[in-house]
């Protein structure tokens, strides 16, 4: 039996960098960059005006002048234009180019305009640039804007729209197959005799795929047949990049999944983890394809947690998302007196910015309904038994 930090290492050496695609940027809402976004010309791209009002030439306000003949009157969306004579202006709008020969603006509210004479009427105070946003002031063309590994938001969008990457390069959503394995289990509309169960793992997975931006996903019932497990496993293998089983790994006499993975050429890197909930935990890579197969133990709360701790970083992974570490302190003491890691449930508190994790141990691994209310589980480690109030412990929101 490994150790959770083994059988994580395992599972992440194990990674391969999913194909890249092209994606109109439009489409890429929650999809991975696989690019990095560089500006293509300076931020901004000229010396824009930030107030509607008037241009002028600073030197002519060093000479004390307060009023200015009007040249002209610009608007944003026309080439640039020049100042003919110092002591004139150009009436302006924001976003404009600042004309040639000017420095500063004056907005609108310190200014009367009469006879196509604008008079400062109001105090101000002008520097070179005043109310003027400056050319490459914000980033110059060929900055780095976004790194890849990024997952696409509203805020990126923008970026990507403003320097004109019209298809950008993604990570290409890898098709995954999760797979139930149990003749007690029934589908949630079916009706249900007394000693069947309704599938719940599948959906609870699948959400969690979800969530966290993999949705090319479908679900699968297999029963506790050894025959058609191999068929069909043997045919999923072929159509899926990703494979997440669960049930029947543990060494009941009909937990047939290891042996037909063995069976259909999936090298099995480990069969059992030092861990609670999740021992029999199980994963190998199909040798011909390097596809990975991960078989999770039935229990719902071990199909919850195992699939958090190690698909999701496993996936994240594989489009070089970065892993973000939590950490919280324990609200209370803990003792655990086996020697296994223990993925805990926890209600997370926000107390002055510190993160307290108020334990919500289940009654076992088959009591999914403690977990309504919980935020995530934190990791103890094996080695200790004892958990004093305080401890820092890591936290692994859901
Ligand atoms: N002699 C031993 N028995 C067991 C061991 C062991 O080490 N020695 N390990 C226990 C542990 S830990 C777990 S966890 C379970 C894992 O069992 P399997 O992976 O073989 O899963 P099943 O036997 O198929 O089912 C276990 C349990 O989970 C329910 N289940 C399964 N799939 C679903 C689903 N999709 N939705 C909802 N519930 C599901 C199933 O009905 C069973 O009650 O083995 C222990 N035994
Ligand atoms: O995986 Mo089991 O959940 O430890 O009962
Ligand atoms: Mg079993």
Same mark, same amino acid.
Request: charged content about 20%.
């Given at each position: 039996?490994?150790?959770? /930090? ?59 002048? /307060? ?48 006879? $196509? ?23 110059? &063309? ?64 699948? &959400?969690?795929?979800? /969530? ?37 790994? &543990? /060494? ?37 394809? $390097? ?108």
């Amino acid at each position: 039996m490994i150790s959770v /930090k083994e059988a994580f290492e395992t599972i992440i050496a194990q990674v391969n960098e999913f194909p890249k695609e092209l994606c109109v940027f439009d489409k890429s809402y929650g999809r991975v960059l696989a690019e990095d976004i560089v500006a293509d010309r300076d931020l901004p791209p000229f010396h824009r005006v930030a107030m509607d009002g008037i241009a002028i030439a600073l030197s002519a306000w060093h000479k004390g002048q /307060k009023s200015f003949v009007i040249e002209g009157t610009q608007g944003a969306g026309s080439p640039c234009v020049s100042l003919q004579n110092s002591e004139g202006c150009w009436e302006i709008m924001t976003g404009a180019v600042l004309p040639t020969g000017c420095d500063c603006v004056i907005p609108v509210e310190y200014l009367k305009i009469e006879n $196509n004479i604008a008079h400062v009427v109001e105090e101000i105070q002008l520097q070179e640039m005043t109310n003027v946003h400056q050319q490459a002031s914000d980033y110059k &063309s060929g900055s780095k804007l976004i790194s890849e590994g990024q997952r696409i938001e509203a805020h990126h969008i923008s970026v990507i729209a403003s320097v004109g990457k019209y298809e950008v390069e993604v990570y290409r959503i890898p098709r995954i197959a999760i797979i139930a394995t149990g003749d007690e289990l029934v589908a949630v509309d079916a009706q249900v005799a007394p000693y069947q169960i309704r599938m719940s793992n599948t959906y609870a997975i699948e &959400s969690g795929l979800h /969530k966290h931006g993999f949705d090319q996903t479908m679900i699968f019932h297999l029963k506790d047949d050894k025959e058609q497990l191999h068929n069909k496993l043997r045919d999923i293998l072929q159509d899926f990049d990703v494979l997440i089983l669960s049930g029947g790994v &543990s /060494k009941g006499k009909y937990d047939y999944v290891p042996e037909v993975l063995d069976s259909l050429g999936v090298e099995l890197k480990f069969r059992r983890v030092q861990q609670r909930p999740g021992k029999p935990l199980t994963f190998g890579v199909h040798t011909t394809t $390097n596809k990975p197969v991960f078989a999770i133990p039935g229990n719902p709360v071990t199909a919850i947690t195992n699939f958090r701790h190690y698909v999701v970083p496993y996936l994240n992974k594989c489009c070089s998302l970065p892993q973000r570490p939590s950490f919280a302190v324990l609200k209370s003491d803990f003792n655990f007196r086996k020697n296994l890691t223990y993925f805990l449930p926890v209600k997370i508190e926000n107390i002055q910015g510190q993160l307290v994790a108020d334990p919500c141990p289940t009654a076992g691994s088959g009591d999914y309904a403690s977990l309504i209310g919980t935020h995530g589980y934190v990791k103890l480690d094996a080695n200790t038994n004892y958990f004093a109030k305080q401890t820092l412990v890591p936290f692994y929101p859901w």
